[in-house]
């Protein structure tokens, strides 16, 4: 498949055959991701709060780069850019929107 929905191939090289391993951080990014997902779409929707948005969406990119979501980190970089300039709140919710969208489809898979 091209474009998978999910791409392990960072966590199996960062765990060396460890599946336990593997399996904790995989668990730790679908608590960490779902919930900052949340806190990230509800500080879009209500908060002009645009620092805090930014904040979010760094710390959320960061996840991303281990377990590899299809689109989310460039997504993440996209809502840190428009929150750092202050500009684009239609935009960063239709990127949210389809973040969740997108991590709901592949849970399944990191279940």
Do not use: C, W
């Not at 730790?28 to 806190?39: E, I």
């Not at 209500?46 to 760094?58: F, G, K, L, M, S």
């Amino acid at each position: 498949m091209d474009n998978p929905l999910v791409d392990f191939s960072f966590i199996y090289e960062m765990a060396e055959d460890d599946t336990l391993y593997a399996y904790e951080v995989i668990g730790l990014f679908l608590n960490t991701v779902s919930s900052g997902l949340l806190v990230l779409e509800e500080l879009i929707h209500t908060a002009d709060d645009y620092e805090a948005i930014q904040r979010e969406a760094h710390f959320l990119k960061s996840s991303s780069n281990v377990v590899k979501v299809s689109g989310m980190h460039d997504n993440l970089e996209t809502i840190e850019i428009l929150a750092r300039d202050r500009i684009g709140k239609d935009r960063m919710t239709v990127l949210v929107n389809n973040m969740i969208a997108t991590f709901n489809k592949a849970r399944p898979l990191l279940e």
